[in-house]
């Protein structure tokens, strides 16, 4: 069954649906099918509120030491900030202080106030991310009149040219497996956008939802399309190690306000590695904690907030307070055990400045894409203003990407051919080979590399993404094979990537090569050849202001 649109948005399955949307002045309409960046939307979200976060931005502009920004990406962000203030705004209604409902509004001054070594500080205690999620932007786009929504459906591949024999490449759409039924659905569109997400669930360890297995970054790689800078993974320091907790962030505020890390033993480390202890900057904390767990074979490291005062840390941190008080600790009494976690891609699918990708007709938004804001260290809560602006950037351009994708020639587009699969009676393989990717990028391809432990990361991987392949063509697709197959991919591309950077930045830290090298201020770029195989683009863009 084949579905014509005018425009095909993709999202990961966290509301695994599709939606229709019409756009103005055009008959036909297009398809969304991609999470809505939710968890990068913060209570900051009011005009004074998004008005500071310019203020947080234009210090990021400022500190490219740090390799923190591309200056392009970072200077547009700033010129479009205060035009796209509505975006968010009009989602700002439901988001309350958990200690006065009555009030929505916060003053410039109190966030000041909040604020501290670049972060935006305990805004989860503020905002029920689930209100927020579900009662603002979920359910503004279930009442918007050019919406429709298709739930339970999948994208599997992005339909291009090239792959039908076609003339000069484009998009053309997507196959998507409708969950509940089994059946792949062929989906039509000349403009197609990826806003998938991240892929934290490539490491054992991750602070992102279950559906973050970089399900976007894949199929555009598939697709032809280039990825930049996918060895600069994110960890944010203190994710509550639970077997049952999975991805709670007990927030860096905690330190900001004078919170300490120490050893099961009681001693503390942190100064052993920055002059500033545990106010570090977030990625030279996550590598301590973690030289700390793998010198000393540990499972965790401790976090105290004990030497602050009971009534404050309930009041400051409720959300946190009571999260620690339900999996069984005391924040006000005891220390919390908590582990690095895999948090944010600062890499992803290139885009330019309206987010459009080299392969005509798709674009690429949120943390799916890299538009070069964030350069080789993101910087918290730039995210926000990164899917907002760019977001609006690409809608603005999409029209006319729309009329040169219906003028373009275009190939018929087969329905999708199952071939001889058959039901799985394997599906331990499947749980397998997950755990495996992710146990394997978390040793060898984590917070801290090597050449030796990158090598032997590629060796395995390369092993079992054939066998997924193998597995993916002899049987019936599922949502569990699909996002194996993507997370194979994405292990592979950061381990590239990773292989590619002979030196140490940002996120990116190679034992073999701790320093930094003017040589490589660049961004690394990869996509797939025609062979299937890696291509490099070694004269890539700078990574400029680093």
Request: net charge negative; aromatic share 8%; with cysteine.
């Amino acid at each position: 069954m084949n579905h014509l649109c005018d425009r095909f948005t993709l999202q990961n399955h966290a509301a695994q649906s599709l939606a229709r949307i019409e756009l103005p002045n055009t008959i036909e309409p297009f398809f969304l099918a991609a999470p809505f960046p939710v968890s990068a939307i913060r209570p900051s979200c009011t005009s004074q509120q998004l008005q500071f976060q310019a203020l947080g931005a234009r210090k990021v502009v400022g500190r490219f030491d740090a390799g923190r920004v591309s200056s392009d990406g970072g200077a547009m962000l700033l010129r479009e900030l205060d035009l796209r203030t509505g975006i968010v705004n009009r989602f700002a209604a439901g988001f309350t202080d958990h200690r006065d409902p009555s009030r929505t509004e916060h003053s410039v001054e109190e966030l000041l106030r909040q604020r501290a070594f670049g972060l935006c500080l305990g805004y989860e205690d503020i905002v029920d991310h689930d209100s927020l999620r579900d009662d603002a932007l979920l359910a503004a786009v279930r009442d918007h009149k050019n919406v429709e929504l298709f739930p339970d459906f999948m994208a599997i591949d992005l339909i291009n040219a090239r792959k039908l024999g076609g003339g000069v490449d484009r998009v053309l759409g997507a196959y998507a497996l409708e969950v509940g039924t089994g059946q792949i659905r062929t989906f039509e569109a000349p403009v197609v956008m990826l806003a998938t997400g991240g892929a934290g669930k490539v490491y054992l360890y991750t602070s992102n939802p279950d559906v973050a297995s970089g399900d976007g970054l894949a199929m555009a790689y598939r697709a032809g399309a280039t990825l930049a800078n996918m060895e600069f993974v994110q960890f944010h320091p203190t994710c509550l190690f639970h077997p049952e907790a999975k991805n709670f962030l007990i927030s860096e505020a905690l330190r900001g306000e004078g919170a300490v890390l120490r050893l099961p033993d009681g001693e503390r480390f942190m100064d052993r590695y920055h002059e500033r202890a545990e106010l570090a900057p977030r990625d030279v904390v996550a590598r301590a904690i973690d030289a700390e767990i793998k010198s000393r074979g540990l499972d965790h490291v401790l976090l105290d907030a004990t030497g602050l005062a009971a009534d404050y840390l309930r009041e400051r941190f409720p959300s946190i307070h009571d999260a620690c008080k339900h999996w069984g600790f005391d924040l006000t009494v005891e220390p919390v055990p908590v582990v690095p976690a895999a948090h944010y891609f600062c890499g992803g699918v290139r885009t330019d400045l309206w987010g459009q990708t080299d392969l005509p007709g798709l674009f690429a938004c949120g943390e799916t894409a890299h538009t070069g804001v964030h350069g080789a260290n993101r910087l918290a809560s730039n995210s926000l203003l990164e899917a907002a602006v760019f977001a609006s950037r690409a809608a603005a351009v999409a029209p006319k990407a729309l009329a040169e994708g219906k003028a373009a020639s275009r190939p018929s587009i087969p329905s999708w051919d199952s071939g001889s699969a058959i039901d799985s009676d394997e599906a331990v393989m499947v749980a397998h080979n997950w755990d495996e990717i992710r146990r394997c990028m978390w040793n060898y391809v984590g917070i801290v590399r090597s050449d030796k432990r990158l090598r032997r990361a590629e060796r395995r991987i390369e092993l079992i993404r054939q066998e997924i392949q193998q597995y993916y063509w002899d049987f019936r697709l599922t949502g569990d094979l699909i996002e194996l197959r993507n997370l194979a991919v994405v292990a592979q591309l950061v381990v590239h990537c990773a292989q590619l950077r002979r030196e140490s930045r940002g996120l990116h830290f190679n034992l073999d090569c701790p320093g930094s090298d003017p040589v490589w201020l660049r961004n690394t770029a990869i996509r797939q050849g025609a062979d299937g195989e890696p291509v490099f683009d070694l004269a890539a863009s700078p990574l400029r202001g680093c």
